[in-house]
């Protein structure tokens, strides 16, 4: 004769959080200056970045072939992807990438944009490469990869003297293929040495979260850029005569002490004071349940799962098949407290109720 199956005991019971976590998204922009500066989307077709600079379309260029990658990639230390996504590379040792760019003579502020987004070369050494200006290294053994990592935005700048009408930009490979993603080059005011430019006020908070937090400052009324440090790290920066900024690659529940930095196009800094700001703190995601319990019964058709908010009126919530002894809950609401219990059952009848556990979802 068939019986009901025996009464199941619910020996384990564990009420798991699983935490929603933002994908970081690195942020920076390309630097702009008051001067009239030249600006070249190098590989690329003519832009304009989001504070309204103007960035040409390449050209001035000797040898060298293009490449872009994918409107997906995303590129860290910026909020300008576009410009990072093309680039010029040097072929061959023997004829070199080089840029000759018609200007008047002058002293000039260069700025390079870099990034390294080939896999092959995402380590450090991978890449290597020199950079003359007018004849003169402005940048020795430069490896992209070491100094930003891959995927993320690198901008070195050095200051030369043009005699010519023509500035001179030379690539040497010392390590695989020298590569160029945009530049930008700022006249330097005349009349010599210019004052250094005055200092930024001290960053405030606009906004807060636990994965970004946007600064804002008083503006420095002479300058081409601003930087914005980090605990001391350059975390992005920013022109056009913007004052605010978003970082982007913060982590929930830090304190962190930021600074910005004015830079001209004569090479002169002012730096602001500096402002500790702490991001909130990781929000928790929807709550979910997990029951097990022991199988007493060797001829169930299931298990049948009730639920309960008040611990005395009982709803089943879901079935499960023979021999499988775990559910996982996970309609759950914040602030809600929830009682469990469990039975098997066959076509003869349901056996006993399990014992009862219940689990108090934490508010919102």
């Known amino acids: 004769m068939i019986v009901p199956p025996r009464c199941p005991s619910l020996r384990n019971f564990a009420g798991m959080l699983f935490l929603l976590v933002p994908a970081l998204a690195p942020f920076s922009v390309g630097r702009a200056a008051v001067l009239d500066p030249l600006r070249i989307n190098v590989g690329g077709p003519a832009h304009t970045d989001r504070h309204g600079n103007t960035w040409s379309a390449d050209r001035w260029f000797v040898g060298g072939r293009v490449v872009s990658v994918g409107p997906e990639r995303s590129i860290g230390n910026t909020d300008d992807d576009a410009l990072y996504r093309t680039f010029r590379y040097s072929t061959s040792s023997r004829a070199p990438m080089r840029y000759r760019i018609p200007v008047k003579n002058g002293e000039y502020t260069v700025r390079l944009h870099f990034c390294e987004t080939d896999g092959r070369l995402m380590?450090?050494?991978?890449?290597?490469f020199d950079v003359r200006m007018e004849g003169r290294a402005i940048l020795n053994d430069l490896d992209i990869y070491r100094d930003g990592g891959g995927g993320r935005a690198v901008v070195r700048s050095g200051r030369v003297k043009v005699q010519d009408g023509a500035l001179d930009l030379d690539f040497g490979r010392v390590a695989?293929?020298?590569?160029?993603?945009?530049?930008?080059?700022?006249?330097?005011a005349k009349g010599g040495q210019?004052?250094?430019?005055?200092?930024?006020?001290?960053?405030?908070?606009?906004?807060?979260?636990?994965?970004?937090?946007?600064?804002?400052?008083?503006?420095?009324?002479?300058?081409?850029?601003?930087?914005?440090?980090?605990?001391?790290?350059?975390?992005?920066?920013?022109?056009?005569?913007?004052?605010?900024?978003?970082?982007?690659?913060?982590?929930?529940?830090?304190?962190?002490?930021?600074?910005?930095?004015?830079?001209?196009?004569?090479?002169?800094?002012?730096?602001?004071?500096?402002?500790?700001?702490?991001?909130?703190?990781?929000?928790?995601?929807?709550?979910q349940v997990t029951l097990t319990w022991l199988d007493n019964a060797r001829n169930e058709d299931g298990f049948r799962i009730e639920r309960s908010t008040d611990g005395r009126s009982f709803k089943e919530i879901a079935r499960v098949r023979?021999?499988?002894?775990?559910?996982?809950?996970?309609?759950?609401?914040?602030?809600?407290?929830?009682?469990?219990?469990?039975?098997?059952?066959?076509?003869?009848?349901p056996s006993g109720y399990s014992n009862t556990v219940n689990f108090a979802v934490p508010g919102s």
Do not use: M
Request: charged share 20%; no cysteine.
């Open 123 to 128: 380590r450090p050494g991978g890449r290597i």
């Open 322 to 349: 023979a021999n499988v002894t775990r559910y996982q809950d996970t309609e759950l609401k914040d602030g809600v407290r929830y009682w469990y219990r469990v039975h098997a059952y066959n076509a003869y009848g």
């Open 194 to 287: 210019r004052a250094r430019p005055a200092r930024p006020g001290k960053p405030s908070v606009v906004t807060v979260t636990e994965s970004a937090i946007t600064l804002a400052w008083s503006g420095s009324p002479e300058h081409v850029a601003y930087e914005i440090r980090r605990d001391g790290r350059i975390v992005g920066t920013i022109g056009g005569g913007a004052t605010r900024f978003t970082d982007r690659t913060v982590q929930p529940s830090q304190r962190y002490q930021y600074e910005i930095v004015a830079l001209d196009g004569g090479g002169n800094a002012a730096t602001s004071n500096a402002a500790w700001i702490s991001s909130t703190r990781k929000k928790a995601g929807p709550a």
């Open 176 to 188: 695989h293929n020298p590569l160029l993603n945009a530049l930008e080059v700022i006249p330097v």
